[in-house]
């Protein structure tokens, strides 16, 4: 579907190991080659770097290849799959996570973020050890917070029946990520499913259609960037 990056001579024996699982194996990756091409147009450029990618798939091995070199690293809620996923790929790096979420409660916590202090973008939110904000991921690995994030790929957890985590809790952290980025440059962050109720709504909210570059298919990219020490950061809005 796409050549990878780098020199074939110097390919990494794991990605040798992709390639092969890919040529023989009849799986569809969740994401259509034109989904797929959005994120894949920018790892080409600023590979190797920081990709955080939120579920742990059937294409999860492409994303690693996509990459190589950098960190990247699936969060994944589903600790059965978890546990399939890295049976069949040790080399990737995959962490169990449970979210504080379900989806039943998504309009509930959009209408209520505005009033919690801790949710409050205008005093530079932590996510980590955050009790307060529902909506921040307070849970996650160390790695996930000592790291600035170039992508963020948001195809997780699952957001299709009441009692599921559902997405808002990934997309509100994934926009505190990358407004308190501190390096150069800002975040590119892709949004899967965005066909549906929540995932759009959250996205317009918190992500930004002012920040959106391009969409298809069923996904959206956004590229934000860092609000440390701008007017942006003292705003009670994100948009």
Avoid at 59 to 64: A, N, R
Avoid at 141 to 159: N, Q, R, S
Avoid at 212 to 228: D, N, T
């Amino acid at each position: 579907m796409f050549s990878f990056m780098g020199s074939p001579n110097v390919m990494a024996s794991t990605q040798r190991e992709i390639v092969l699982h890919y040529a023989t194996s009849d799986i569809v990756p969740q994401q259509s080659k034109a989904e797929i091409k959005l994120a894949y147009d920018v790892l080409r450029e600023r590979a190797p770097c920081n990709f955080l990618v939120f579920g742990l798939g059937l294409d999860s091995q492409m994303w690693h290849a996509f990459n190589p070199g950098g960190k990247t690293l699936f969060l994944e809620e589903d600790p059965k799959w978890w546990e399939k996923v890295l049976q069949e790929a040790p080399f990737l790096n995959g962490k169990y996570i449970e979210y504080r979420t379900q989806l039943k409660e998504a309009d509930q916590l959009f209408n209520s973020y505005k009033f919690e202090p801790d949710c409050d973008p205008a005093k530079g939110i932590p996510l980590k050890e955050n009790e307060k904000c529902k909506l921040a991921l307070n849970m996650l690995p160390d790695e996930v917070y000592d790291t600035e994030w170039d992508l963020i790929m948001i195809d997780a957890p699952k957001g299709y029946f009441p009692e599921a985590p559902g997405r808002m809790a990934a997309i509100y952290s994934a926009a505190v990520m990358a407004r308190n980025r501190k390096g150069q440059g800002g975040t590119h962050v892709y949004l899967h499913d965005v066909d549906r109720k929540t995932e759009k709504t959250y996205a317009e909210e918190f992500l930004c259609k002012k920040n959106l570059v391009k969409g298809e298919g069923r996904l959206w990219h956004f590229f934000i960037p860092p609000v440390v020490n701008s007017a942006a950061a003292k705003s009670y809005a994100f948009c």
